[in-house]
């Protein structure tokens, strides 16, 4: 059966330092890969989309971006972090047509202080 | 701009009664739309599908209607029970791999 997993569960940084989220899908190939941040009481915001390694779609401007540098990983990172990067950040795959649906990570609460 | 609307009051009702939810849209012709349950501190857990060519889907306790006419579904837990009690978000399919998600609505069962 397909696992995600991501890594930290919490996370507490202080502004302008930086960050990296990893997230890794078990048990398929080739998935549709997600990120989204979620504040509290609000929808989730795509972030990042990946169809492939290496190939990135970025949905929000901001000082976050994304990379796959396998076929089941993916990565978030930022160089400075800002105070409104704080959420609950959740990582997602998908696979077959494109609006197919998603399976959810048990997502990272990152603070930013 | 696409937009997607769930109460966002919190929905309580009797163990045993039926929950109703509801979903609407607006400026979108979505193809796809579906339903999540989300626990505090998880990541959300897919529960059903529709195709805009399908009035109504079922599984187990649940149904989900979708009236692309009216842009709503509507999502139905019959027999609900105090497990249930969690938020449930309605998300539509917007076109390539985008899917765009409302906010939720947070449904409480009473024992």
């Known amino acids: 059966s397909q696992t995600i997993h991501q890594w930290p569960a919490t996370l507490v940084q202080p502004v302008g330092s930086p960050l990296s989220l990893e997230c890794t899908v078990e048990g398929t190939s080739n998935p549709n890969l997600y990120w989204y941040r979620q504040a509290a009481g609000r929808g989730l915001q795509l972030l990042f989309y990946s169809v492939g390694i290496g190939q990135i779609s970025s949905e929000v401007p901001q000082n976050l971006s994304a990379s796959r540098p396998q076929d089941r990983q993916f990565i978030l990172s930022s160089k400075k972090l800002l105070l409104s990067d704080s959420g609950f950040y959740l990582c997602?795959?998908?696979?077959?047509?494109?609006?197919?649906?998603?399976?959810f990570g048990p997502g990272t609460r990152l603070t930013v202080t | 701009s696409q937009k997607i609307e769930q109460n966002s009051e919190a929905l309580n009702i009797q163990e045993g009664k039926t929950a109703t939810l509801t979903c609407n849209y607006t400026?979108?012709?979505?193809?796809?739309l579906q339903w999540y349950r989300q626990d505090p501190g998880r990541g959300p857990v897919f529960l059903l599908l529709?195709?805009?060519?399908?009035k109504e889907k079922r599984k187990e306790r649940l149904k989900v209607t979708f009236d692309t006419t009216l842009k709503q579904s509507l999502f139905h837990i019959t027999a609900s029970q105090p497990a249930d009690s969690a938020t449930y978000l309605c998300a539509l399919h917007t076109g390539g791999f985008k899917t765009i998600f409302g906010a939720g609505t947070r449904l409480f069962v009473k024992a």
């Open positions: 400026n979108y012709s979505p193809a796809y």
């Open positions: 997602a795959w998908s696979v077959g047509f494109e609006g197919s649906e998603q399976y």
């Open positions: 529709i195709r805009e060519n399908e």
